[in-house]
């Protein structure tokens, strides 16, 4: 789904008047893993802005965008943003991904490779970051966020942060997901008050998903995607999750009660 500048225009719609589409972090980073597992292909990183975000840039803009990633990608160490070689137990266990989680981490990104080959688009293979992150969220946080597409989602979103971070040579800032994670205001009216009052009072700083975009592809499962809108797709939950009235509920939860009003 596009995002939109300070006048109220898409960078879709801006872009075709000559506008440099600046991308949130998860756009980038997005760009970033399925052009390093694509031979840094421009057609498929078209692909990706269309079809999960609804985005066309200019060739220069794309052309600059591959630049500064690709130096990034030339110049890091370690193995972490590699696809995760599901077969190799000791480089899972090396970067971070405890065995005992392993078995539904694989079962979400089945459900994801399953979801972008129905609508024909290519997915982002797992990187063994971004299972560490889906695990942090499970270990911690499982028993009050259950549904695969939540854990990825909100795992993907620590991920994203930590990459860029890397990106930019700065901290990981991570507090606003930490404390929202922490009050958990999805799950009660009463626990929703708390988390507001909280942050109305200054005391925590709010999660602002809008600013660094939210998940890269959604692991739901394959049986719930018939109660979608047709034409679904992640361009139409970024919409949902940036325009919701309750921005501070659970991805799921926003598309139970918004998907209605989506419009492909």
């Not at 600013?211 to 139409?236: F, M």
């Amino acid at each position: 789904m596009a995002t939109f500048n300070s006048k109220g225009a898409s960078n879709w719609e801006a872009g075709k008047r000559g506008f440099q589409s600046a991308l949130n972090s998860c756009q980038q980073i997005g760009l970033l893993l399925i052009w390093s597992q694509n031979r840094w292909k421009n057609s498929i990183g078209r692909e990706f802005l269309e079809s999960r975000y609804r985005i066309t840039l200019p060739v220069r803009t794309l052309t600059a965008y591959k630049s500064r990633f690709k130096a990034f990608w030339d110049n890091r160490t370690g193995s972490a943003d590699e696809p995760a070689d599901w077969s190799d137990f000791t480089a899972l266990l090396f970067n971070g991904v405890p065995e005992r989680h392993l078995g539904s981490l694989h079962s979400m990104w089945r459900n994801i490779q399953k979801i972008c080959l129905d609508v024909g688009v290519t997915p982002i293979n797992p990187t063994y970051r971004a299972l560490k992150w889906w695990s942090y969220v499970s270990e911690y946080h499982g028993k009050s966020i259950v549904a695969p597409s939540d854990l990825q989602i909100v795992g993907d979103q620590y991920m994203v942060r930590e990459v860029s971070a890397e990106m930019a040579g700065s901290v990981l800032h991570k507090e606003d997901i930490d404390m929202w994670l922490t009050y958990e205001p999805w799950r009660s009216q009463v626990d929703m008050r708390r988390y507001l009052s909280l942050v109305v009072e200054r005391r925590i700083i709010p999660i602002d998903w809008v600013r660094n975009g939210w998940g890269l592809e959604i692991a739901d499962a394959v049986e719930r995607t018939d109660q979608y809108p047709k034409d679904y797709g992640l361009s139409v939950l970024n919409w949902l999750l940036a325009t919701s009235p309750e921005p501070y509920l659970l991805p799921s939860q926003i598309i139970e009660r918004y998907s209605i009003f989506a419009r492909p």
